[in-house]
């Protein structure tokens, strides 16, 4: 039997939580012992060619960009799950919310303090992924299975859940790996 | 002597004073109910419902509840515990609560909360309310986007400062916390060591410049759930 695949992405994140994922140390070789990384920033693949066991979501949706990546994760992961602040609430990318998208690009690319833009514009390329009006937490745009929150989630929490999930377990996580900070 | 009131707190006989509310007697008892608007300082508000419990079969805030003989508490039970998830979840979603670099973090009562009933994410939809915040003071900061209106700086300010700084404008989704000053609070005469600024269980009222003392790890909350006996120590 072949082992089961997991696939991982950073949507509107800092990649801190994939950081975090890293930090389960040499745990990292018994994960490998137990499943595949077949779609992940770390091989730069960029398609799904199988269907996942499990998907890690990190980062909320942003631009349209996230959204489809986000879309392509559920239709493709038979468990999604939202890791960190930013997939679960929006995290800092979300304090735009608060304030109209048009104001926000407004001070970033023209108002700013330390802008120069000497023509003014703001980068409005087909090239570039369109902004959503806010960012999204993942669970507004698709079905998610399982939070982990933390700003990054503890190592030890993505360790716990991901052993959980592969091993047909319930995730329980104990005081100590529930944090939102 | 005041007449003893014997009531059934979860199965439990307890004991209290006639006039006390069913929290006072279950603290009194050493049982935990949680709480968010109560504080021990000041006159019970009822208004955040957290600490709801069924008497009788019927949802009462236990601060506000005066205990009676035979009456039947329940509260730490799946059903009552779930509408205090719910009460939770609504109170960070209607709010901005940004707790990954929020001062309070760690040390905040409803982030405990949150914790304490393990919630990862909440049901409902984020609604990313606009706020204002009062950079004002020289020594405070009110911050709007983290209040829940649970009205203690209200209470404390008029109960114990004897100054009413504080007090509630607007209803429904308007309601928000005011100041007795139109230039904010620095026009009020609010002081750093007042009870008020204190109280706050949340981040909407901080002291400045003493953020991040307390190193991650060795905050209130970090390793004990809010409500263990050993907190009343540890608090300020």
């Known amino acids: 039997m072949s082992k089961p695949k997991i696939a991982t992405t950073s949507l509107a994140g800092c990649f801190g939580c994939h950081m975090s994922l890293l930090d389960i140390d040499e745990r990292i070789l018994e994960l490998a012992e137990l499943v595949e990384f077949h779609k992940w920033p770390i091989n730069d693949r960029k398609s799904f060619s199988a269907q996942c066991a499990v998907g890690l979501i990190e980062g909320g949706c942003c631009n349209e960009e996230n959204v489809e990546v986000l879309r392509t994760f559920r239709s493709s992961c038979d468990v999604l799950v939202s890791v960190g602040d930013c997939a679960i609430m929006g995290g800092i990318p979300a304090m735009r919310n608060m304030v109209p998208l048009e104001e926000c690009l407004q001070e970033a690319f023209v108002d700013g303090p330390t802008v120069h833009n000497p023509t003014g514009a703001i980068p409005n390329d087909v090239e570039i992924p369109l902004l959503l009006d806010k960012v999204y937490p993942c669970h507004e745009v698709v079905k998610i299975d399982y939070y982990l929150p933390g700003c990054p989630p503890p190592a030890d929490t993505l360790w716990e859940a991901l052993v959980a999930l592969l091993t047909n377990k319930p995730i329980s996580l104990p005081y100590n790996l529930i944090k939102y900070d | ?236």
């Open chain 2, 1 to 236: 002597m005041e007449k003893v009131v014997t009531f059934l707190l979860d199965g439990e006989v307890i004991q209290g004073q006639e006039g006390q509310s069913i929290m006072q007697a279950a603290d009194e008892a050493g049982k935990y109910i949680p709480r968010l608007c109560a504080h021990k300082d000041l006159t019970p508000h009822g208004s955040c419902r957290i600490c709801t419990v069924l008497v009788n079969g019927r949802p009462q805030s236990a601060c506000t509840q005066p205990i009676a003989d035979g009456i039947l508490v329940e509260s730490e039970t799946p059903k009552v515990n779930q509408l205090r998830t719910d009460i939770i979840d609504m109170l960070f979603v209607e709010g901005n609560h940004f707790c990954m670099f929020c001062e309070k973090s760690g040390s905040c009562e409803l982030q405990a909360l949150a914790y304490r009933f393990g919630i990862t994410a909440p049901k409902y939809p984020y609604q990313f309310p606009q706020r204002d915040v009062d950079a004002s003071h020289p020594d405070i900061f009110l911050d709007r986007n983290r209040c829940v209106l649970c009205g203690r700086c209200v209470r404390a300010s008029k109960e114990v400062d004897g100054k009413n700084v504080f007090q509630f404008v607007g209803r429904g989704v308007e309601k928000r916390i005011a100041v007795n000053s139109e230039q904010g609070l620095k026009g009020t005469d609010a002081e750093v060591m007042d009870k008020a600024i204190s109280v706050c269980p949340v981040g909407a009222i901080l002291k400045k410049r003493v953020g991040y003392a307390v190193p991650v790890g060795r905050r209130l909350y970090d390793h004990q759930p809010i409500g263990t006996a050993s907190e009343e120590e540890t608090t300020e």
